[in-house]
């Protein structure tokens, strides 16, 4: 930027409007229309132009957003940030300038374009050569005419004095400049000049680079604060305040997730700071970053004792959200649950067990509730239907009716009618009993199974068969449907491959029904695999030694197995 300043508008100054000047401004305040100069635009690193800009040349240091046209050049520096569509024959782009937009740039150059300007350091070292050739007696070389000098010596004379003139020019300038580097490479300066020779100088040294980082941050100079701390940290570990410094210039400089991250690892050190506790929780939950608060949360349950309790709960809340059970049920029973456990406790973790498909560790754990809160329908109505989904029918119903006690007026008590009216063989008013429960609870499960059994005795396989699919929609491991399914498709001989698979993952959490044991030995026999049937036939004796109907069964499967002629 060569150009003498003419005019300067320090920060705070605002304009609006159409601004139009000559010769060199420097603008450091905020503008907003159209600027338009045939001479240069310098935007100061505070500087913010909302305009349309048509000028000679533009060097900017600030912020400018809108669409530029620079007749001559446009330079973007280090850290500043243009944006909107460049028109120029000459654009430099230092590294850490930001530029969204498109350049058009001509497809020639105006003539002359190139052609040399007279600097100021060319102007007075041309004053000084010309005064000393007066002074001296010589003329300059580019004014000498056709006539040639004459003798030998005088010419030789004058040549020699020119060169010791030269070199005393040169000796006056390069002295100066020479001084600068030398104390600007151990010394750090205020210009970018006296910077950027201290920072090439500094080199791998993380001690020199980093007050060179505190001046551009205490400076506000955001992009290159973060550029020169980044450097540092990966020349050696930054000091825990020094990465919080890092995070902070990043921030500032709207590199938010660079920023997180630094501020994370400061946390590590420092997980009292409330201030970027709370800037954290406000970005990851702004990204829905349900992982990086997980991680935040169980940092602060390890590292703040303070804490521990609400990030308990916070931590337990995103396990809940996310699916993640296992997590949820352990850090529930380990950190959140009270020693002993109060009957809500039980009662949230008996659900997190019921959930992951624990069902019988769920049944121990309502039991406990219930004996905490006797009277209490919701442990009731829990643990009356983890029995019933294990197939322990015998305690479920035996719960089923407490519930009942305490609900008279419920879709369970009109489900218990449903079953009784089922027992002594009066189909026709259980079906009407089990659809009045659907209707003061639509999709209750044992309601769905109460009229697949019915439809089964009736002799309609295909609506039996379709409630039994209807439980498996909503619970997958509903052991009842599942027995209750295997058993229609072995009466009818068909899908038999099927059957067997839902048989055993009806004993998924209880092997010792007997009905469900008893439906896989039918399936057996129906696949004449004659050995396996009496075997589990054999085991539903033991269990349950004075059912005729399993004695029955026995017998036909002994009989099947002789005719085949073998054992298999």
Not at 128 to 152: H, K, M, Y
Not at 393 to 408: G, I, T, V
Not at 509 to 534: H, M, R
């Given at each position: 930027?060569?150009?003498?300043?003419?005019?300067?508008?320090?920060?705070?100054?605002?304009?609006?409007?159409?601004?139009?000047?000559?010769?060199?401004?420097?603008?450091?305040?905020?503008?907003?229309?159209?600027?338009?100069?045939?001479?240069?635009?310098?935007?100061?690193?505070?500087?913010?132009?909302?305009?349309?800009?048509?000028?000679?040349?533009?060097?900017?240091?600030?912020?400018?957003?809108?669409?530029?046209?620079?007749?001559?050049?446009?330079?973007?520096?280090?850290?500043?940030?243009?944006?909107?569509?460049i028109?120029?024959?000459?654009?430099?782009?230092?590294?850490?300038?930001?530029?969204?937009?498109?350049?058009?740039m001509?497809?020639?150059?105006?003539?002359?374009?190139?052609?040399?300007?007279?600097?100021?350091?060319?102007?007075?070292?041309?004053?000084t050569?010309?005064?000393?050739?007066?002074?001296?007696?010589?003329?300059?070389?580019?004014?000498?005419?056709g006539?040639?000098?004459?003798?030998?010596s005088?010419?030789?004379?004058?040549?020699?004095?020119?060169?010791?003139?030269?070199?005393?020019?040169?000796?006056?300038?390069?002295?100066?400049?020479?001084?600068?580097?030398?104390?600007?490479?151990?010394?750090?300066?205020?210009?970018?000049?006296?910077?950027?020779?201290?920072?090439?100088?500094?080199?791998?040294?993380a001690q020199?680079?980093?007050?060179?980082?505190?001046?551009?941050?205490?400076?506000?100079?955001?992009?290159?604060?973060?550029?020169?701390?980044?450097?540092?940290?990966?020349?050696?570990?930054?000091?825990?305040?020094?990465?919080?410094r890092?995070?902070?210039?990043?921030?500032?400089?709207?590199?938010?997730?660079?920023?997180?991250?630094?501020?994370?690892?400061?946390?590590?050190?420092?997980?009292?700071?409330?201030?970027?506790?709370?800037?954290?929780?406000e970005?990851?939950?702004?990204?829905?970053?349900?992982?990086?608060?997980?991680?935040?949360?169980?940092?602060l349950?390890?590292?703040?004792?303070?804490?521990?309790?609400?990030?308990?709960?916070?931590?337990?809340?995103?396990y809940s959200?996310?699916?993640?059970?296992e997590?949820?049920?352990?850090?529930?029973?380990?950190?959140?649950?009270?020693?002993?456990?109060?009957?809500?406790?039980?009662?949230?973790?008996?659900?997190?067990?019921?959930?992951?498909?624990r069902i019988?560790?769920?049944?121990?754990?309502?039991?406990?509730a219930?004996?905490?809160?006797?009277?209490?329908?919701?442990?009731?109505?829990?643990?009356?239907?983890?029995?019933?989904?294990?197939?322990?029918?015998?305690?479920?119903?035996?719960?089923?009716?407490?519930?009942?006690?305490?609900?008279?007026?419920?879709?369970?008590?009109?489900?218990?009618?449903?079953?009784?009216?089922?027992?002594?063989?009066?189909?026709?008013?259980?079906?009407?009993?089990?659809?009045?429960?659907?209707?003061?609870s639509?999709?209750?499960?044992?309601?769905?199974?109460?009229?697949?059994?019915?439809?089964?005795?009736?002799?309609?396989?295909?609506k039996?068969?379709?409630?039994?699919?209807?439980?498996?929609?909503?619970?997958?491991?509903?052991?009842?449907?599942?027995?209750?399914?295997?058993?229609?498709y072995?009466q009818?001989?068909?899908?038999?491959?099927?059957?067997?698979?839902?048989?055993?993952?009806?004993?998924?959490?209880?092997?010792?029904?007997?009905?469900?044991?008893?439906?896989?030995?039918?399936i057996?026999?129906?696949?004449?695999?004659?050995?396996?049937a009496?075997?589990?036939?054999?085991?539903?004796i033991?269990?349950?030694?004075?059912?005729?109907?399993?004695?029955?069964?026995?017998?036909?499967?002994?009989?099947?197995?002789?005719?085949?002629?073998?054992?298999?």
């Amino acid at each position: 930027m060569h150009d003498e300043l003419n005019s300067y508008c320090g920060n705070g100054v605002r304009m609006e409007g159409k601004l139009i000047f000559k010769g060199a401004l420097r603008f450091e305040g905020q503008f907003k229309g159209h600027i338009e100069t045939q001479d240069t635009l310098i935007v100061g690193p505070s500087g913010k132009i909302d305009a349309k800009v048509d000028v000679g040349s533009l060097y900017n240091m600030g912020d400018i957003n809108g669409d530029v046209r620079g007749v001559t050049r446009i330079s973007i520096l280090a850290g500043s940030r243009l944006t909107g569509n460049i028109d120029t024959p000459s654009l430099i782009s230092e590294e850490g300038a930001l530029f969204r937009g498109l350049c058009t740039m001509p497809e020639s150059l105006p003539a002359g374009f190139f052609a040399p300007k007279e600097s100021k350091l060319k102007k007075t070292l041309n004053t000084t050569l010309q005064s000393f050739w007066i002074n001296t007696g010589f003329a300059r070389p580019d004014s000498v005419s056709g006539e040639e000098e004459t003798g030998a010596s005088a010419a030789g004379s004058g040549k020699k004095k020119a060169l010791v003139a030269v070199m005393a020019v040169l000796l006056v300038l390069l002295i100066p400049a020479a001084w600068f580097v030398i104390r600007a490479k151990d010394k750090m300066g205020t210009s970018m000049a006296s910077r950027y020779i201290y920072e090439t100088f500094a080199g791998a040294d993380a001690q020199k680079l980093l007050p060179l980082g505190d001046a551009y941050f205490d400076e506000g100079h955001w992009w290159r604060a973060a550029a020169v701390y980044e450097r540092v940290k990966e020349l050696a570990p930054l000091e825990p305040v020094m990465v919080k410094r890092l995070a902070m210039a990043q921030e500032n400089a709207g590199d938010t997730e660079a920023a997180a991250a630094n501020y994370f690892d400061y946390l590590n050190a420092h997980p009292k700071d409330e201030q970027i506790v709370s800037k954290l929780k406000e970005w990851y939950t702004a990204a829905k970053n349900t992982g990086k608060l997980i991680e935040l949360n169980n940092m602060l349950l390890d590292k703040r004792p303070d804490a521990a309790e609400n990030a308990a709960k916070e931590l337990f809340a995103l396990y809940s959200s996310t699916d993640k059970t296992e997590q949820a049920l352990v850090l529930y029973r380990d950190k959140i649950a009270q020693n002993p456990r109060n009957f809500d406790d039980l009662m949230t973790i008996g659900r997190l067990q019921k959930k992951l498909g624990r069902i019988n560790e769920s049944i121990e754990t309502f039991i406990e509730a219930v004996a905490k809160g006797p009277g209490n329908k919701d442990a009731i109505y829990e643990l009356a239907y983890a029995c019933h989904k294990s197939g322990l029918e015998d305690k479920a119903m035996e719960y089923f009716n407490l519930y009942a006690r305490l609900d008279p007026q419920g879709s369970e008590a009109t489900n218990n009618l449903g079953y009784v009216n089922l027992a002594q063989g009066k189909t026709e008013k259980a079906t009407e009993m089990f659809q009045a429960a659907l209707q003061g609870s639509p999709g209750n499960i044992r309601s769905f199974l109460g009229l697949a059994i019915t439809y089964s005795r009736r002799g309609d396989a295909g609506k039996a068969e379709d409630f039994c699919k209807k439980i498996l929609e909503i619970d997958p491991d509903y052991a009842p449907a599942l027995n209750r399914l295997a058993w229609l498709y072995a009466q009818q001989k068909r899908n038999l491959d099927d059957a067997q698979k839902y048989s055993i993952a009806s004993m998924r959490y209880n092997e010792n029904v007997p009905d469900y044991i008893d439906t896989l030995s039918e399936i057996y026999f129906q696949q004449q695999d004659y050995g396996k049937a009496i075997g589990l036939i054999e085991k539903a004796i033991k269990l349950r030694p004075a059912n005729p109907y399993f004695h029955a069964q026995l017998e036909k499967f002994r009989a099947a197995q002789k005719q085949s002629g073998g054992i298999n």
